[in-house]
């Protein structure tokens, strides 16, 4: 596993926010649900793509908190430009699981 200077570490910013809604992406190419999460005041409603359909439906997701990559570049998915780049982790099986504070942060907070 190559290393990183701490330096490097610094410059992803990973912030919390919460999911305001969520809906089916059929347009994407792999199942994925759309996402809207606030990410507090500093930066304001991100949109993003999640291939997250086995564990997760877009009701049940609206007001979860979770953690995402904010200054990454917008990336074209399908007819949608995502914002941020949500996190997770693979389950035994490679679905997605997302990752979260857990306990209530308050959205933009910063990971560190």
């Given at each position: 596993?190559?290393?990183?200077?701490?330096?490097?570490?610094?410059?992803?910013?990973?912030?919390?926010?919460t999911v305001t809604r969520?809906?089916?992406?059929?347009?994407?190419?792999?199942?994925?649900?759309?996402l809207w999460i606030d990410f507090g005041p500093e930066i304001g409603e991100k949109k993003s793509s999640a291939q997250i359909?086995?564990?997760?439906?877009p009701a049940t997701l609206v007001g979860r908190q979770v953690l995402a990559v904010v200054n990454f570049p917008p990336r074209q998915i399908g007819p949608m430009l995502s914002?941020?780049?949500v996190l997770g982790l693979?389950?035994?099986?490679?679905a997605i699981v997302l990752l979260a504070p857990d306990m209530p942060v308050p959205d933009g907070?910063?990971?560190h």
């Open positions: 596993m190559a290393e990183i200077a701490f330096d490097d570490f610094l410059k992803v910013d990973i912030r919390a926010g969520a809906e089916p992406f059929p347009e994407a190419r792999k199942p994925a649900i759309r359909t086995v564990h997760y439906d914002e941020v780049l693979s389950d035994a099986d490679g907070a910063r990971m």
